[in-house]
């Protein structure tokens, strides 16, 4: 039984408010200090235990709640929020004498007295101003045009280094500070690769992707790119809003300790420096360094410390007299492309990459540069042969920034994607609305890992104790070329493997036997073909059956089974005519693997059969894949959208926009008790 179920309303607020700050000092550690304390079970366990106090008393959830960092429904437009104080940008200076011109600027309006400066890096993300009554983060916004912004409040609570509640004492009343929303080199590699994979247009750079990531209408993509946030000023503070006394706070530098003390996640990498002389070489010191940072940085920000002598100084008409960006020099070059290759990444996606004559760029020789797809290559006319501007940014492969083609001697050659895998020589294909060519081979030695991986996971084949580093082995060492493979491996062989031993081989072999009598629709999902999720497989295995019925169908019988459309009808033509995949059939074929639907399960005597159903909201009694995997058991079909085709919405506890959209169109809705009854009835 619940234990929270067990509670009074008062012992349940005190228990909720004690796991908030709890959360939130371990939020602290993990994201802002870097230092965590706890493990992620237990820290796990502390969330889920709020989010049940949270579900049976649904009146106490509040916005500052950790629970609350993602939730409702996605945002039809932004609304406007005015700065109380203007968020101005810097003026640029690129080199020494600019730097001291601006000191010597800052001094005559100073006479006299003595001036330090605080030197951090400048981020290349988004700036972004926060706003805090009571210690609680009640509304965020975009810098726009200084004045006014976008209320991004819903995107900004997503970011785990942004808190909800402030930590500490002495905060007043009335906060609102500045930072800036980036994204970290290492999040914006792994999103890229995420795109390519999907076929999805690249970003450029990071902070194009975060500031796309901010302005999402649906803040759960936001939550899924992994910002992050340096907060960098305090903008008021006081009993009121605009108050910008700033709880009399002497300096810059004591500023941004107090915010830190407060719970912001806040630069390490600033210094106080004496004169313009120091913050010359702390500039050129970073010039070097830059790409050793985990996020991009485009410069350094070098601003007066004492916040009194900020006040006297004032502003222009666009920037702050007392603040001014050292700005790094371009990193680019110019080279000549002497060649274009095509990589295959572990997803099948091809990737055009240029050869370079090798060039200096920020501190390393570059002699290659990515091109990213055939679209990027016709949008910036790149020949063979062409001389180009390429750039590297940070610790991402280079790229072409544009062609100089005043350099073109007609000898220059176009490019073209070839039409078969240069790896394993299957065919090469690029799908409607994809940007990406993907090669179709189900033994392609380039993305075999990837392969195994997806034929052996919980969704697919279900293969207990096949693991990465076992997969490592079994493919590096030739042991396995494809899927196939796994069900013919000698168990005294694995048994010789690192980290292996007689035990665990032995389980690996009975896990491979038990994995042969999956049903049909974990077979179909588990080959990776392009656009066939679970529920996708599962239609397939319904409509037709058997594996050699799906692979003998034509375009027109694709077109018939629900929620196949033109897309999905091709990536399975193009799959079923592949070589390696009647190879690999077979393999599974003699192994014994099931390949058709049992008897059992006839569509015209399911129950469920021509019904489809919607879930929304957390089930107490299945996951939503259990839920679901049992719908299609009995013949009926789960969708992921509401519309007039839809016969019934299941809702759990906090249902979310599907309960509307039900509602609206006229939908049966079913409580989980309901649903348990109408399936009950035939199970």
Partial sequence: MDASRELTREQAAERIRKLRQEIAYHDYLYYVLDSPVISDAEYD?????????????????????????????????????????????????????????????VTSLLPGEKVEYLVDPKYDGLSVALYYEDGVFVSGATRGDGEVGEDVTPNLRTIKTIPLRLVGEGYPRYLAVRGEVFMPKKAFEKLNEERAARGEPLFANPRNAAAGSVRQLDHRITASRKLDCFVYE????????????????????????????????????????????????????????????????????????????????????????????????????RTRIKNVFVSVGRTG??????????????????????????????????????????????????????????????????????????????????????????????????????????????????????????????????????????????????ASLERMGAKSAHNLMEALEESKKRPLSKLIYALGIRFVGERGAEILAQHFRSLDRLRKATREELLQVPEVGEKTAEAILAFFRQRQTTELLEKLRRAGVRMEEGEEARPGEQPLSGLTFVFTGALRRFTREEAEALVARLGGRASGSVSRKTDYVVVGESPGSKLEKARELGVKVLTEEQFLDLVGNFS
Avoid at 75 to 83: G, N, P, Y
Avoid at 238 to 257: F, W
Avoid at 276 to 298: G, M, Q, S, T
Avoid at 318 to 326: D, E, I, L, N
């Fill in 45 to 105: 366990e502390l969330v889920r235990e709020l989010e049940r106090l949270e579900q049976a008393f649904p009146d106490l959830v509040t916005p500052d709640s950790p629970t609350q960092r993602v939730g409702g429904k996605p945002r039809e437009e932004f609304a406007q929020i005015r700065h109380p104080v203007p968020l101005l940008s810097l003026a640029n200076v690129f080199n020494r004498e600019e730097l001291l011109d601006f000191g010597r600027r």
């Fill in 349 to 494: 996606v091809l990737t055009p990459v240029a050869e370079l004559e090798p060039v200096p760029v920020g501190g390393v020789t570059v002699s290659r540069a990515a091109l990213h797809n055939e679209d990027y290559i016709r949008a910036k006319d790149i020949r063979i042969g062409d001389v180009v501007l390429v750039q590297r940014a940070g610790e991402v492969i280079p790229e072409v920034v544009r062609v100089l083609p005043e350099h073109r001697t007609g000898e220059e050659r176009e490019f073209h994607m070839p039409r078969t895998c240069p790896v394993c020589g299957a065919e090469a294909v690029r799908f409607p609305g994809e940007a990406a060519y993907r090669c179709t081979g189900v033994a392609c030695p380039a993305q075999l890992k990837e392969t195994i991986r997806h034929f052996g996971s919980r969704h697919g084949m279900d293969i207990q104790g096949l693991g990465p580093a076992l997969i490592d082995q079994l493919v590096d060492r030739g042991m396995v070329r494809d899927p196939g493979d796994l069900y013919f491996l000698d168990e005294k062989e694995v």
């Fill in 234 to 333: 305090i903008l008021y503070a006081g009993d009121k809003p605009g108050d910008r006394s700033r709880a009399g706070i002497p300096t810059l530098e004591e500023a941004i300790r107090l915010l830190s003390r407060w719970g912001f996640k806040v630069n390490p990498e600033r210094k106080v420096c004496s004169d313009l002389e120091e913050v010359h070489r702390y500039c050129l010191f970073w010039e070097e360094k830059r790409w050793e940072l985990p996020y991009e940085v485009d410069g350094m920000v070098v601003k007066v410390n004492s916040l009194s002598q900020q006040e006297r100084l004032g502003f222009t008409a666009r920037s702050p007299r007392w603040a001014v960006a050292y700005k790094f020099p371009a990193q680019q070059a």
